[in-house]
């Protein structure tokens, strides 16, 4: 099992940047295909970016050109690098983890069997 901790959220103007940090815990981080979600107050969780054990990267059309997902698999850490954020950005951000080497799915929350607590993300226009 992997426990998963995020953080750097904050409160930014609009066109700002944050940048967020997930740590993990646990088994072999290396093994765990990565993704983060966001869920704005009265909406559904919905798929941000991710990445898998190879490296190989997948992003929401929202955010495409805007947001950058990495990992660093010496520091049991994925990252999510938010620039020129906007309002509609603002939301609560969660890290999501699971073992599957497929990309199949990877913009459905329930391909996941790992979550953090999440981090407020507040973009203020």
């Known amino acids: 099992q992997v426990q998963l901790v995020e953080s750097g959220g904050g409160l930014v103007q609009a066109g700002g940047s944050l940048r967020l940090s997930c740590a993990a815990s646990?088994?072999?981080?290396?093994?765990?295909?990565m993704g983060w979600f966001r869920q704005a107050p009265g909406k559904e969780r919905e798929f941000v970016a991710a990445?898998?054990?190879?490296?190989?990267?997948y992003y929401a059309d929202s955010v495409k050109g805007r947001f950058t997902i990495s990992r660093d698999n010496a520091k049991n850490t994925v990252y999510l690098q938010m620039n020129s954020l906007k309002p509609e950005d603002t939301a609560v951000y969660y890290c999501?983890?699971?073992?599957?080497?497929?990309?199949?799915?990877?913009?459905?929350?329930?391909?996941?069997?790992?979550w953090g607590r999440g981090t407020q993300v507040t973009a203020s226009s």
């Open positions: 646990g088994r072999t981080f290396s093994r765990y295909f």
């Open positions: 999501a983890a699971d073992e599957n080497y497929s990309s199949s799915y990877y913009y459905t929350a329930a391909r996941y069997d790992y």
């Open positions: 990445i898998a054990q190879t490296g190989s990267t």
